[in-house]
T-cell receptor
């Protein structure tokens, strides 16, 4: 597609429930990123995929968070046993190439999925 | 550990005046540095990027930023502000030559341009 698409745009759930957030990157972009943005804060890195594999998952806060990208395109961020502190906007971004050294290689962000845990 | 700081929560400027949004970084070695802008209910949009070479980087919508290694700063500037520039601005960085791809973002600066 023309841009990075994220669904749902808004998700309200109850504490303890399971949630899936989907990201459809720009066609041909091999790298995919998940970030989390809490109110009044900058985005915080969660995980980075190069192709199908998670190249860096050091930002996942705990084992309730998991992400997959089985075919190297669409990615799903999965959150188990949601807590009120998980409420945030979850941002997905994609880019081409493997290095930021190329001037053309920048992250393109989606509009985000706003998660509210009651 | 690396960090990016944006010391001002909000910057107010009159339309037509020059604007500066400040950013300082603490990144091991040489950094890649970025500026992004966020409008309400929209994703972050890339403005410009420092890789290497010329310290003055020109980007989209007339914005530019100056990389200053001695002051570890990467301030965003524009000679003449527009009301439409009002938005939330984020600075981000990542060390070069590590293979690391996780950008560290600052907390953001809200730019308000008054007519």
């Amino acid at each position: 597609g023309a841009g990075v698409s994220q669904t749902p745009s808004n998700k309200v759930t109850e504490k303890g429930k399971y949630v899936e957030l989907r990201c459809d990157p720009i066609s041909g972009h091999t790298a995919l990123y998940w970030y989390r943005q809490s109110l009044g804060q900058g985005p915080e890195f969660l995980i980075y995929f190069q192709g199908t594999g998670a190249a860096d998952d050091s930002g996942l806060p705990n084992d309730r968070f998991f992400a997959v990208r089985p075919e190297g395109s669409v990615s799903t961020l999965k959150i188990q046993r949601t807590e009120r502190g998980d409420s945030a906007v979850y941002l997905c971004a994609s880019s081409k190439g493997k290095s930021f050294s190329s001037g053309a290689n920048v992250l393109t962000f989606g509009a985000g999925s706003r998660l509210t845990v009651l | 550990a690396q960090s990016v700081a944006q010391p001002e929560d909000q910057v107010n400027v009159a339309e037509g005046n020059p604007l500066t949004v400040k950013c300082t970084y603490s990144v091991s070695g040489n950094p890649y540095l970025f500026w992004y802008v966020q409008y309400p209910n929209r994703g972050l949009q890339f403005l410009l990027k420092y890789i290497t070479g010329d310290n003055l980087v020109k980007g989209s919508y007339g914005f530019e930023a100056e990389f200053n290694k001695s002051q570890t700063s990467f301030h965003l500037k524009k000679p003449s502000a527009l009301v439409s520039d009002s938005a939330l601005y984020f600075c981000a960085g990542v060390p070069q030559d590590t293979g690391r791809r996780a950008l560290t973002f600052g907390s953001g600066t809200r730019l308000q341009v008054q007519p």
